[in-house]
């Protein structure tokens, strides 16, 4: 179900909603050196626990140097979130690789501040347990406008 409230969805009790925000702003901003390091250093204590259920290494994750950030309106008011989707930090990765880091920032600017938000797309938020209270970006989908046909 595709929402355009967060605040009915939490007093509903939900934790997951799609949502339909008018973006106002894509934002990409470089992280600063202590917080990749710290994000890098969190990741590597994850990798080095014991899993009980799955022996097979895990591929190794590099935090990603830049936040990818939505400005959007929604029918609460204004709202800025740092999005958590992997497909965008992949993405940027991808494209830094082939094309070079220029390119992939400029590119990504325009793919998901300019394309998707003119094409349609939806907001796939969530709530953690550690943070129950705030709505987290962790998905972004493109989704066309869906109208209604005439039925005459």
């Not at 600063?32 to 080095?48: G, V």
């Not at 959007?72 to 989707?85: A, F, L, P």
């Not at 325009?110 to 939806?122: D, I």
């Amino acid at each position: 179900m595709i929402v355009t409230s967060l605040n009915d969805e939490r007093a509903a009790g939900r934790c997951f909603a799609l949502l339909k925000a008018e973006v106002l702003e894509f934002k990409i901003e470089k992280k600063l050196n202590n917080e990749f390091e710290k994000e890098a250093k969190e990741f590597e204590n994850l990798r080095n626990q014991s899993d009980l259920f799955n022996s097979a290494p895990i591929i190794p994750y590099e935090p990603c140097l830049f936040k990818f950030k939505y400005r959007y309106k929604t029918d609460d008011g204004e709202r800025e979130g740092t999005c958590q989707d992997w497909e965008i930090e992949a993405t940027f990765y991808k494209w830094s690789k082939r094309y070079g880091e220029t390119y992939a920032l400029r590119e990504m600017q325009r793919v998901f501040g300019e394309e998707y938000p003119a094409k349609g797309m939806l907001l796939a938020m969530g709530t953690h347990s550690r943070y129950p209270e705030t709505w987290l970006i962790n998905g972004v989908i493109r989704l066309d406008e869906i109208t209604q046909l005439s039925l005459f």
